[in-house]
């Protein structure tokens, strides 16, 4: 390894460690199941502009043609405002779909990874949040 | 040549030189003035790294007594147990409670600094938390510092360094876990490695609890233009399982009644 590359290493290193360090100092995403992520279109019924968390409300059409509400939890207005969202940029009966990891206790709801809007914009939920690993 | 391609030669360059030569830089800043310490600031990561100045390492555990040790091991093992089973623990920021000192320090958003005659005072944008540092007055006794989040901080600068001394943290204000006595004093030292990082060296005291003292640094970048946003922690969903400890998230929003296949009445409060 030369010089350069074991530079570019150990930033690499540090990176991983400063990326671990924040993601643990905020929040734990344990009770989410970010390896079986779904992926789960509806009708937006609410959009919670707060933190520490923002939230979206949506109801997904099932099967049999009933709904099934779920409750997206997604990071907070800062790190949001950060990556390009905006407070207003999803309304209540905004058609969407979204891709998240459900929550490991089985009740609908989960973290967001990816957000497609009605418009067709896709937005991630930040760097500790993760990505989607489905498309 | 575009400014962009000539910023990342010179990048290139440094970095071709090696990190000792980083390094050697970082150790002699040239002068900057006390004043450069105003603005916004980022913590210093690789998402904007300097390769003439090295990243902070990592904050090592505290050096607790061997009793208080065992405990905060057990706490330790508690905590990752249950990230394992699913269910985290409930802890401060999901009650909506701040960081506190020295944590708030670690910048976990943005920060700003601002110098007015006789006090410098930083703003953290999570959880909108502030701590105002009195210069040139003498520090409180412990028992005349109330506790708090925050404490009770004066400095004084020396040279080119920020010299700060804090007490009057209160005993449940724990960083990374960590138990402390009514005595427990952070004392930093705060100066700029160039016009736009600065470093906050941090000696957490406590010889009822500490073996010696818990040293570790801080280092912050310059966000420039950023203007700190509001943080009122509301309406959290995140609640505590009444039967794991664990947390848990209320699936419909608060007074919605949510639908019919959703437990919006899910145990917890709507507001923590």
């Known amino acids: 390894m030369n010089r350069f590359t074991k530079h570019v290493a150990r930033l690499a290193f540090a990176g991983l460690l400063l990326a671990g360090m924040s993601a643990q ?37 099932q099967d049999q043609g009933d709904l099934k509400h779920y409750t997206i939890e997604c990071a907070n207005p800062g790190i949001l405002d950060r990556i390009g969202w905006k407070f207003n940029m999803i309304k209540v009966g905004d058609k969407i779909t979204t891709i998240i990891a459900p929550l490991r206790t089985g009740e609908p709801g989960g973290l967001l990874k990816q957000v497609t809007l009605a418009d067709g914009r896709k937005f991630e939920n930040g760097g500790p949040a993760g990505k989607a690993n489905i498309q | 040549m575009s400014r962009d391609i000539r910023a990342a030669v010179l990048v290139l360059a440094v970095l071709a030189t090696g990190v000792d030569c980083g390094l050697a830089l970082a150790q002699t800043p ?23 100045v090295t990243a902070a390492a990592p904050v090592p555990p505290p050096p607790l007594k061997p009793a208080y040790q065992a405990e905060w091991l057990a706490q330790q093992k508690a905590a990752k147990e249950a990230d394992e089973r699913g269910q985290p623990l409930y802890g401060g920021y999901a009650q909506c409670l701040p960081d506190g000192m020295p944590a708030m320090m670690m910048a976990m958003f943005p920060m700003e600094v601002l110098q007015t005659p006789g006090q410098i005072t930083i703003i953290e ?15 409180l006794a412990i028992d005349d510092a109330e506790p708090g989040f925050w404490g009770h901080s004066v400095g004084h600068w020396e040279g080119d360094t920020l010299v700060v001394n804090t007490v009057g943290i209160k005993e449940e204000v724990r960083f990374r876990g960590a138990p402390h006595s009514a005595n427990m004093q952070i004392d930093e030292r705060i100066r700029m490695l160039s016009k736009d990082i600065f470093e906050d ?29 509001e943080y009122v ?15 848990r998230m209320r699936i419909g929003a608060p007074g919605s009644g949510g639908s019919a296949s959703a437990p919006a009445s899910a145990p917890g409060p709507a507001k923590p």
């Open chain 1, 25 to 61: 100092a905020h929040h734990s995403f344990a009770m989410f199941d970010h390896d079986h992520q779904i992926k789960i279109s509806g009708t937006v019924t609410h959009f919670q502009w707060t933190n520490p968390h923002v939230y979206i409300d949506l109801d997904v059409p």
């Open chain 2, 30 to 52: 040239p002068p900057v003035s006390h004043a450069a310490l105003n603005g916004a600031w980022d913590r210093y990561s690789t998402a904007t790294l300097d390769p003439r």
């Open chain 2, 125 to 139: 944008e999570a959880y909108n938390q502030v701590r105002r540092i009195y210069l040139n007055e003498k520090q």
């Open chain 2, 201 to 229: 060296q941090v000696t957490v005291t406590d010889p009822e609890y500490l073996t010696q003292p818990w040293k570790f640094t801080w280092k912050y970048v310059r966000k420039p233009r950023y203007k700190i946003l």
């Open chain 2, 233 to 247: 922690c509301e309406a959290n969903r995140e609640y505590q399982d009444p039967q794991t400890g664990g947390i």
